[in-house]
């Protein structure tokens, strides 16, 4: 708990005598709630790994329940990333379930860091390498963590000198790491930083060479550091290749420059340009530096501008199972929405309610095209964002790619389209779906009006009209249904939208885009219903001017449920949002005192993006 705020938070851990003595079970709300997604097989591509550190970690992000500051730092570029690592200099690193949340999501692994420095490092390496016994069971503590916040692994950073003799103990444990990580969490993986060598010194090689390489040996790839060149780019790769593991050698990338090649910045694509040439992986480093250097001002346009100039050098995610729900939303706002209704007004942040992101980078509106595609606070569906599209007459119809990706499709689909238009238009946005079946493709336009079906441009084409038009406070629902015989064996590869002027005269388009749902035709909204909702009360210092309540609860389809909204209310008041969960408990805090008897609701959001209404929600009484 945060001790100022009396607030859930995640924390590391920095004695090594904590690591052999931890127990899980104490803080269940830093647990991660969802299992990785099912991305498309990308073996033979190098990867890419981002390394977050950023002010030392645990800022806004340790807060389990989210925070007040809409400005904190959020990622949203996950399409290009392979693996997230979660960084800082505490000795054990434990990713907030935020970000292993929002990875998960996006298909991304998540790791966390185990690191040794100085004085410090070098007695805490010389008491867990002391014996066989003793750095197996440092080593079983940290799987059972991995285990427990139900993270993807390890990064290993010794930066300390080594004892000569105790060399071949470090390898020995992290022989043990990586075994008893891939035992407990097959898809998970150690990664090396390149720091110590064979002697025991703390030596960088900036290479993958003779003195790293029994490390490199142990484990499922090395992290090298940032002052390499040309030619150790290319031993690196002979070394990787001669060990048949030409993409387990990740190439450090410093963006905040420190002797990596360009100078980081802006200017880090020629880094990872010469990286990609010997077609090594990549570990980007302090990818935050975006934030830390220009602020919060223009963060999006910025952070837009950096992944950018990196992105088709870094092959992208294709999800390959359905549902893909999203609303948009970057998990963050000015307010919070539910379905187009403000439910509060107070602003907010919380990466594990960020949703599936599309494809980057947007296009931002400017005096040469006036087209622009980009996420919007101010007019939103569901979360605190949504995605804008807009254009001038002259410059469309044009067509946005959204996703990529690879599902096979066994039956009909269902698919849902939420729009907000700014006035009554013929045109709007037509939803574009390619499939492809062995060498042939088509493509089905989806377009906005009952009565209206443009002929297809291409003979394989379909257009399909809604199926239903809803509409619900002031956005539009179109449904459509698309038969088994339309879609059935067919692979679907890519997911766009086309914005279309209304009539000639236009001088502008603007349309919103508030949830996206593909289902299979057959979806049926769970019966999800929560029990045995229970309130107790937390004993804080008598000084303290707050009351502290726990609110658990059981949840009969847990794993459908993306997060619960918590409400108060009473006989003066109407429903008032305190927040979110992403477990089956939630920490409420009341400020002053408790005499007024308030009723509690629990209200789940659905994966598929459903809500359950207020009126069926549970209850309980405080």
């Known amino acids: 708990m945060d001790e100022e705020r009396n607030v859930p938070v995640t924390k590391p851990i920095n004695e090594y005598e904590d690591v052999f003595a931890w127990e899980g079970g104490n803080d269940k709300l830093s647990i991660s709630k969802f299992p990785i997604a099912s991305i498309a097989d990308k073996r033979g591509l190098p990867k890419t790994l981002v390394c977050h550190d950023m002010n030392g970690g645990y800022l806004d992000d340790r807060f389990v329940q989210g925070s007040d500051n809409s400005d904190a730092y959020r990622f949203y570029h996950w399409e290009y990333l392979d693996i997230f690592v979660y960084f800082s200099h505490h000795l054990v690193t434990i990713p907030p379930p935020c970000w292993t949340n929002a990875g998960h999501r996006h298909g991304v692994k998540v790791l966390g860091t185990f690191i040794t420095e100085w004085k410090y490092g070098f007695e805490c390496c010389n008491v867990f390498l002391e014996t066989v016994e003793l750095y197996e069971r440092f080593a079983s503590k940290l799987v059972n963590i991995a285990e427990y916040y139900r993270f993807d692994g390890w990064l290993v950073n010794i930066e300390n000198v080594i004892e000569p003799s105790k060399v071949i103990d ?86 905040f420059g420190r002797g990596t090649p360009g100078d980081g910045g802006y200017n880090t694509r020629e880094a990872l340009d010469m990286v990609r040439q010997h077609e090594l992986s990549t570990a980007i480093f302090a990818q935050g530096w975006v934030y830390e250097t220009h602020g919060k001002e223009n963060f999006t346009i910025n952070e837009n501008r950096f992944w950018g100039d990196l992105y088709d050098l870094c092959p992208y995610n294709k999800r390959t199972t359905l549902p893909l729900v999203t609303s948009f939303c970057q998990g963050y706002g000015h307010k919070y929405y539910l379905q187009g209704l403000v439910k509060d007004e107070n602003p907010w942040s919380n990466l594990h309610m960020q949703q599936i992101q599309p494809h980057f980078p947007f296009i931002i509106p400017s005096s040469d095209n006036n087209i622009g595609v980009y996420i919007d606070m101010d007019t939103v569906y569901q979360g605190g964002t949504s995605l804008c599209v807009e254009g001038d007459p002259t410059y469309i119809p044009f067509t946005f790619s959204l996703f990529y990706t690879e599902i096979p499709l066994t039956s009909g689909i269902k698919v849902v389209l939420v729009t907000k238009e700014m006035e009554e238009q013929d045109g709007g946005i037509h939803l574009l779906l390619d499939l492809k079946q062995t060498r042939t493709q088509k493509q089905i336009v989806l377009t906005p009006q009952i009565h209206y079906s443009p002929p297809p441009s291409e003979e394989n084409n379909i257009s399909k009209q809604p199926d239903l038009i809803s509409e619900q406070n002031g956005w539009k629902s179109r449904i459509y249904i698309v038969p088994n015989n339309v879609v059935e064996d067919w692979t679907l590869i890519g997911i766009s939208i086309r914005c279309l002027s209304p009539t000639p005269q236009s001088t502008i388009n603007r349309f919103y885009v508030g949830q996206l749902k593909i289902l299979p035709s057959d979806h049926i909204v769970p019966n999800v219903e929560l029990t045995d909702l229970r309130v ?75 809500v359950i209404a207020l009126q069926s929600c549970s209850t309980c009484t405080i």
């Open 170 to 255: 470090l390898k020995g444990f992290l022989t043990c790491l990586t075994r008893k990580m891939h035992e407990a969490i097959p898809s998970s993986l150690v990664i090396w930083y390149d720091s110590v060598v064979d002697t025991g010194h703390l030596d960088w090689q900036n290479e993958l060479n003779e003195k790293n390489s029994l490390f490199f040996d142990a484990c499922d790839g090395i992290y090298l550091n940032y002052n390499w060149t040309e030619n150790k780019l290319s031993k690196s790769k002979e070394r990787s290749l001669a060990a048949d593991r030409p993409f387990d050698v990740y190439v450090g990338i410093d963006v």
């Open 536 to 610: 107790t009360r937390v004993d804080t210092s008598e000084e303290s001017e707050t009351v502290v309540y726990n609110i658990e609860w059981t949840c009969s389809q847990y794993n459908h449920v993306d997060y619960y909204n918590i409400y108060s209310s009473s006989e003066s008041n109407n429903y008032q949002l305190c927040g979110h969960a992403s477990t089956e408990k939630y920490v409420l805090v009341v400020n002053g005192p408790d005499d007024n008897s308030q009723t509690l609701t629990v209200q789940p959001v659905l994966l598929t993006g459903e």
